[in-house]
């Protein structure tokens, strides 16, 4: 099983920026369609974005749209989300999940389930 690590939460001003990053030591991601979730304070964890096998595509929750980016670098096996605009409603704990078998190009590519998660990492958008 893969196991998935994110980093780079933090508490950030609204309007900042953010990067959050998400890999598996000792295994590459380059053969699984990444997504990213978020589960905020008391709500339910809903996708929002993912990344194709070879990066190819990407999609987007409306919710994030023009201020997520979300990209992946094939020689560190690492996949990004860059967060722009943040906005305090973001704050939430974000997942990277990843799956071999599912492709990224609908928003049902944004509802489970996909194979293997990580811990998640908090990013807190306050003033």
């Known amino acids: 099983q893969l196991r998935l690590v994110e980093s780079g939460g933090g508490l950030v001003q609204p309007g900042g920026s953010l990067r959050v990053s998400c890999a598996a030591p000792g295994f590459t991601l380059d053969t699984y369609t990444i997504a990213w979730f978020r589960r905020a304070p008391g709500k339910e964890r809903v996708g929002i974005s993912c990344?194709?096998?070879?990066?190819?595509?990407?999609y987007y929750a409306d919710s994030v749209k023009g201020r997520f980016t979300t990209s992946r670098d094939s020689a560190s096996s690492t996949v990004y989300l860059q967060m722009n605009s943040l906005k305090p409603e973001d704050t939430a704990v974000y997942y990277c999940?990843?799956?071999?078998?599912?492709?990224?190009?609908?928003?049902?590519?944004?509802?489970?389930?996909?194979?293997?998660w990580g811990q998640g990492t908090q990013v807190t958008v306050s003033s």
């Open positions: 990344i194709s096998r070879n990066g190819g595509n990407t």
């Open positions: 999940a990843a799956d071999r078998k599912r492709l990224c190009d609908t928003h049902w590519s944004l509802f489970g389930p996909y194979d293997d």
